[in-house]
């Protein structure tokens, strides 16, 4: 049959049926025609993409001085494991809360406890910059006492130690090992290999960025951010650590030089959590009892290790996995002394206004957060199953 004149195009098929073959002729107009196949196609684009669209997740790499077993360290480490929308590249070991080769062990039996070892874990700077262990006990004479100073002066479980010694960790000596590569060699190796893609979380001291920007002054403007657990600026608390001195934070303050490198370098864009901030939240024993609830090796590390102290680095975690918990926030710009006198390493900040101009970069200073929601997502993240491998090419 010929199409009519009102463009009617014909189609036949054939069915069999009681062992007859009947010919069929049915007509349909042609714009309705096409109309039905934009619409096959774009439900075939649509189904075909969703599976592509739900195996791009947000990529990460965490540099943490992962002291343990436990505390805010790992606990940061789990919130953004544990999320399903994350791809973390690896995890890059800097000494800070305890000495590097420690928090090393730290981080690969963790990833063994949780089933992840796809996710490198890559050792880092050892020592600061130029700040030293014994540098601040001429300081001290002069200036008074730090109260914490990290690996240098605090221990949990043993006495403190140096930096190559690793006392036994009673979670057990992990088997796997770290990978056989510098921590700044590996942050730029991922910035290059995925420009514009890699979040870059901070949790502890900066020198191990400090030393990716020296080595590349690329670094920062290839990273997509940088979120970073650190800085002080008004506190408000009776916590003699910051009551007394309301500008010193330890992660900036471990290494004054390197988080000068780190702050003036040109990231797309800074995201901080500040002591400030963090003082408002509390690993407390009800939180604990609703994470030991959960099933899973997650939920039963955090419980079993837990410490009743501030979510320091939990916070900035949850807080990049959903912006929405920051209730309030401001735009300043950031720096650190490094100035050797009483106020080095201390946290230094300005408005447009008062700003300096010497290379100093405005940040976003977390300043309010919506706590029950923190709680609950942090929960939910700790009991919920880990998600599994995430296929990567060989490192």
């Given at each position: 049959?010929?199409?009519?004149?009102?463009?009617?195009?014909?189609?036949?098929?054939?069915?069999?049926?009681?062992?007859?073959?009947?010919?069929?002729?049915?007509?349909?107009?042609?714009?309705?025609?096409?109309?039905c196949?934009?619409?096959?196609?774009?439900?075939?684009?649509?189904?075909?993409?969703?599976?592509?669209?739900?195996?791009?997740?947000?990529?990460?790499?965490?540099?943490?001085?992962c002291?343990?077993?436990?505390?805010?360290?790992?606990?940061?480490?789990?919130?953004?494991?544990?999320?399903?929308?994350?791809?973390?590249?690896g995890?890059?070991?800097?000494?800070?809360?305890?000495?590097?080769?420690?928090e090393?062990?730290?981080a690969?039996?963790?990833?063994?406890?949780?089933?992840?070892?796809?996710?490198?874990?890559?050792?880092?700077?050892?020592?600061?910059?130029?700040?030293?262990?014994?540098?601040?006990?001429?300081?001290?004479?002069?200036?008074?006492?730090?109260?914490?100073?990290?690996?240098?002066?605090?221990?949990?479980?043993?006495a403190?130690?140096?930096?190559?010694?690793?006392?036994?960790?009673?979670?057990?000596?992990?088997?796997?090992?770290?990978?056989?590569?510098?921590?700044?060699?590996?942050?730029?190796?991922?910035?290059?290999?995925?420009?514009?893609?890699?979040?870059?979380?901070?949790?502890?001291?900066?020198?191990?960025?400090?030393?990716?920007?020296?080595?590349d002054?690329?670094?920062?403007?290839?990273?997509?951010?940088?979120?970073?657990?650190?800085?002080?600026?008004?506190?408000q608390?009776?916590?003699?650590?910051?009551?007394?001195?309301?500008?010193?934070?330890?992660?900036?303050?471990?290494?004054?030089?390197?988080?000068?490198?780190?702050?003036?370098a040109?990231?797309?864009?800074?995201?901080?959590t500040?002591?400030?901030?963090?003082?408002k939240?509390?690993?407390?024993q009800?939180?604990?009892?609703q994470?030991?609830?959960?099933?899973?090796?997650?939920?039963?590390?955090?419980?079993?290790?837990?410490?009743?102290?501030?979510?320091?680095?939990?916070?900035?975690?949850?807080?990049?996995?959903?912006?929405?918990?920051?209730?309030?926030?401001?735009?300043?710009?950031l720096?650190?002394?490094?100035?050797?006198?009483?106020?080095?390493?201390?946290?230094?900040?300005?408005?447009?206004?008062?700003?300096?101009?010497?290379?100093?970069?405005?940040?976003?200073?977390?300043?309010?957060?919506?706590?029950?929601?923190?709680?609950?997502?942090?929960?939910?993240?700790v009991?919920?199953?880990?998600?599994?491998?995430?296929?990567?090419?060989?490192?």
């Open positions: 049959m010929a199409p009519g004149s009102n463009l009617q195009l014909s189609t036949i098929w054939s069915s069999v049926f009681s062992g007859l073959r009947v010919k069929r002729t049915c007509t349909i107009p042609l714009p309705i025609l096409l109309s196949a934009l619409l096959a196609l774009l439900i075939f684009v649509v189904v075909a993409a969703a599976p592509l669209a739900a195996q791009e997740k947000r990529k990460v790499i965490i540099d943490e001085d002291s343990g077993p436990g505390g805010t360290n790992t606990q940061a480490i789990l919130a953004l494991i544990q999320s399903p929308d994350t791809n973390v590249l995890i890059t070991i800097v000494t800070g809360d305890a000495w590097r080769d420690e090393v062990q730290h690969l039996r963790l990833m063994e406890i949780i089933g992840r070892t796809d996710i490198p874990v890559v050792p880092g700077a050892a020592f600061p910059l130029v700040n030293s262990k014994e540098f601040i006990a001429r300081w001290e004479t002069i200036y008074g006492k730090v109260v914490y100073q990290g690996g240098w002066n605090f221990a949990k479980g043993h403190v130690h140096g930096p190559t010694e690793i006392p036994p960790l009673p979670e057990g000596a992990p088997t796997t090992k770290p990978l056989n590569e510098a921590a700044a060699n590996f942050l730029l190796r991922m910035v290059h290999q995925y420009p514009h893609q890699v979040t870059i979380y901070e949790g502890g001291p900066l020198t191990n960025l400090a030393l990716a920007q020296s080595l002054p690329e670094f920062a403007s290839l990273a997509k951010e940088l979120v970073l657990m650190g800085g002080s600026l008004n506190p608390t009776d916590d003699p650590e910051f009551s007394i001195t309301p500008r010193r934070e330890f992660n900036l303050w471990m290494d004054p030089e390197a988080s000068r490198i780190v702050l003036h040109p990231w797309p864009r800074i995201v901080v500040t002591v400030d901030i963090s003082l939240t509390k690993m407390d009800d939180l604990i009892s994470i030991a609830k959960g099933q899973y090796p997650a939920a039963q590390y955090t419980a079993k290790y837990a410490e009743g102290n501030y979510l320091w680095d939990e916070l900035a975690s949850v807080a990049w996995l959903d912006p929405s918990i920051i209730t309030k926030s401001k735009k300043l710009y720096d650190v002394s490094i100035d050797h006198g009483a106020s080095y390493g201390d946290t230094l900040v300005w408005t447009e206004d008062t700003r300096p101009h010497l290379g100093e970069r405005i940040a976003e200073i977390q300043e309010d957060l919506d706590k029950p929601k923190f709680y609950k997502e942090f929960v939910d993240l009991r919920r199953p880990t998600p599994p491998p995430t296929n990567r090419p060989a490192q």
